[in-house]
């Protein structure tokens, strides 16, 4: 049985997974809420993390724009080689790009940071992750999920564990 799609997304209402990494990642996070919505060519998600937390690594993509809606709380936008503040009511952007447009949510406030993440749906993708030197390559071939997946380090052919090499991880 399918789900019935809805032109209307409760957040109150969302079933969140829990998840962490090491001392620095973790989030709980409702993902894929367009395509529940029915959405073909826009994807968006909903993360609540902790104080203190990281809901991902540092990264870029080449391909798809992001955004997100802070809906509660504050923190320090890492983005390039600059670091910004924002709080709730703020939007941050991340287009498309090199490593001078990767990016990273931190929350260094006292609460719960709550936000939308919004982004185009691209077929083909390659995230770079600056910190760790890592790169990914991905094609969902019209799914939501990456039906293939590569990851690795220029150099070496293959690197099984997402987390490996970033700080805090």
Same mark, same amino acid.
């Given at each position: 049985?399918?789900?019935?799609?809805?032109?209307?997304?409760?957040?109150?209402?969302?079933? +969140? *997974?829990?998840?962490?990494?090491?001392? @620095?990642?973790?989030?709980?996070? =409702?993902?894929?809420? $367009? /395509?529940?919505?029915?959405?073909?060519?826009?994807?968006?998600?909903?993360?609540?993390?902790?104080?203190?937390?990281?809901?991902?690594?540092?990264?870029?993509?080449?391909?798809?724009?992001?955004?997100?809606?802070? +809906? *509660?709380?504050?923190?320090?936008?890492? @983005?390039?080689?600059?670091?910004? =503040?924002?709080?709730? $009511? /703020?939007?941050?952007?991340?287009?498309?790009?090199?490593?001078?447009?990767?990016?990273?949510?931190?929350?260094?406030?006292?609460?719960?940071?709550?936000?939308?993440?919004?982004?185009?749906?691209?077929?083909?993708?390659?995230?770079?992750?600056?910190?760790?030197?890592?790169?990914?390559?991905?094609?969902?071939?019209?799914?939501?999920?990456?039906?293939?997946?590569?990851?690795?380090?220029?150099?070496?052919?293959?690197?099984?564990?997402?987390?490996?090499?970033?700080?805090?991880?």
């Amino acid at each position: 049985m399918t789900e019935e799609l809805s032109p209307v997304v409760r957040l109150s209402e969302l079933p +969140l *997974e829990s998840w962490t990494q090491g001392t @620095f990642y973790g989030s709980d996070d =409702a993902g894929y809420l $367009g /395509d529940r919505a029915g959405l073909k060519s826009l994807g968006f998600g909903y993360s609540e993390v902790a104080p203190g937390k990281s809901s991902c690594p540092f990264h870029n993509h080449h391909v798809e724009d992001e955004m997100f809606v802070v +809906l *509660e709380g504050e923190g320090t936008y890492r @983005f390039g080689d600059a670091r910004h =503040a924002f709080k709730a $009511g /703020d939007v941050l952007v991340a287009p498309a790009g090199g490593r001078d447009t990767a990016h990273q949510i931190i929350n260094t406030g006292a609460v719960t940071l709550k936000y939308l993440a919004i982004s185009n749906k691209s077929t083909t993708e390659v995230t770079e992750y600056p910190d760790s030197g890592k790169f990914a390559v991905s094609s969902r071939a019209g799914g939501t999920e990456p039906s293939m997946r590569h990851m690795g380090r220029p150099g070496q052919h293959h690197i099984e564990n997402y987390w490996d090499g970033e700080p805090g991880a």
